[in-house]
């Protein structure tokens, strides 16, 4: 009995802590907001899979009287399982698909006349529904550095556990955008 509840413990406290990390992000995403739909390779251990991507933008806004914007980004992201015999006996196997829901912000430097006002540095925190051999923990860490035009997006992405929890191998992916707003 305490087992099954155990369980279900775990199950709702993820479930609403996804909820609190995607709430400021939904508000704040409320104004302009411009949509993402991302693609492209996302490598482990030398192995590539498809990772396919939704982001949901907020309008930028200013840091103070700084040179620096922010924009609040919430994403769903969805990474291909791969076939590697080698970690199949694991508990933590590469025969799932990856599912996350995350939430954070990007940010920019200059003005919107600069030519490297485009060029962002992004962070979110994740929610990992199911975890893997590359993304062991229920939450993680997601860096991005990319490029956000007015159509296109390319990016470099880092998502891993940051270490807190083995293993830590982590997904580094090479992906392209296409960008609405709406």
């Not at 704040?28 to 996302?42: H, K």
């Not at 080698?86 to 995350?102: D, F």
Request: net charge positive; charged share 15%.
């Amino acid at each position: 009995m305490s087992d099954t509840f155990s369980k279900g413990w775990s199950i709702a406290s993820r479930a609403l802590s996804a909820c609190f990390l995607a709430m400021p992000t939904m508000i704040a995403t409320a104004y302009e907001p411009r949509i993402e739909l991302q693609a492209g390779p996302s490598y482990m251990d030398g192995r590539n899979a498809t990772a396919i991507f939704t982001e949901i933008m907020g309008m930028q806004r200013a840091i103070g009287t700084a040179a620096i914007t922010w924009q609040p980004v919430l994403s769903l992201g969805w990474i291909e399982r791969r076939n590697i015999p080698r970690y199949e006996p694991s508990c933590y196997r590469t025969s799932h698909n990856a599912e996350l829901l995350a939430g954070g912000g990007r940010l920019h430097i200059g003005s919107q006349q600069t030519w490297y006002q485009p060029l962002f540095f992004g962070f979110e925190l994740a929610y990992n529904h199911q975890p893997t051999q590359a993304l062991s923990s229920p939450y993680e860490f997601v860096s991005t550095l990319g490029w956000q035009g007015r159509r296109f997006s390319f990016q470099l992405r880092h998502i891993s556990n940051g270490g807190l929890h083995d293993p830590n191998r982590g997904e580094t992916m090479a992906l392209a955008g296409l960008g609405f707003t709406l």
